[in-house]
């Protein structure tokens, strides 16, 4: 099933040679094709970031390289209620992408304690603050063994483009941004705007009054909004949901870890096995250990 999805990807994209910069609203053909109005993506360039592009401080969303984000909740699969688990540990892993060194998230989702998909998200910070977006790649597993993955990432992956997942600077009746592009086969076209600032959220890490509520969406479920609840200072401590968002997923922040030692260098290890596994974007430089200093 790997090698089916890896062809079909290498058939659908080729590894760009150069990023792509400068224009402002640029509007990639596959978007004009998929949808009735062209996507606006963000203006990304090089030139947006520094050499602390991975020191990752932005008041709402702090990525801080071994803290470990733990959430539970629930989801709609097929009709019924599925337990899940999410574990989201910020690695000291980093990786250049499109000239940006960005840092490594390990994603792990767990349905009743079952594994059923890894990621590894890349993000990095810009000079005002802005968390970029620069791409992922994700693994899926069934009862008892590995499916298959998929990657998609600026500059490697043709037409695709980094996006801001938080921005510096976060005001209700803003227009809304993305949060990434990626064509087809992949199909990523999240957006997000600001619902709310100032909101309360009470979930079992804690009790949170000065709370940003983003709400995400995208052109293959209109209609449909995941509602991210950012604590000052915390993170993300909430997922929601409103619409007719198909899979109704509610997560809360449980409990937050800071990995040391053996800790941060078992998952550290875990996190290369999949970045082994994601040939497809072997131009790039491998990821590395985070310097101290960054």
Partial sequence: MFVLIVALLLGACSLAESATTGSTEATPTEA???????????????????????????????LTPGTQFIYEGFSIENGEKVAHRIVFTVTDLTKEIAGVRTLVIFDRDY????????????????????????????????????????????????????????????????????????????????????????????????SFDDVLVIEEFNA???????????????????????????????????????????????VRAEALELEARAYLYGRTPPAEVLKTGN
């Fill in 111 to 206: 349905q009743d304690d079952r594994l059923v998909e890894a990621e590894l998200t890349f993000f990095a910070q810009d000079r005002e603050g802005n968390v970029w977006h620069f791409g992922q790649y994700r693994e899926t597993y069934d009862e008892t063994e590995f499916v298959g993955g998929r990657v998609w990432l600026q500059e490697y992956t043709e037409g695709a483009r980094a996006g801001i997942m938080v921005q510096a600077d976060p005001r209700p009746n803003t227009p809304d941004y993305s949060q990434g592009y990626a064509p087809t086969p992949f199909n990523w076209t999240d957006r997000a705007r600001v619902a709310e600032l100032g909101a309360k959220a009470s979930v079992a890490y804690g």
């Fill in 220 to 266: 293959e479920e209109p209609g449909a909004f995941q509602l991210k609840y950012y604590a000052r200072g915390v993170g993300l401590v909430q997922v929601g949901w409103r619409g007719s968002d198909p899979n109704q997923e509610e997560l809360e922040l449980v409990e937050i870890v800071k990995l040391e030692g053996d800790a941060l260098a078992e």
């Fill in 32 to 62: 004009v094709a998929e949808t009735s109005e062209p996507l606006r993506l963000e203006n990304f360039d090089p030139a947006l970031f520094d050499e602390s592009s991975t020191t990752i401080d932005n008041q709402w969303w702090p």
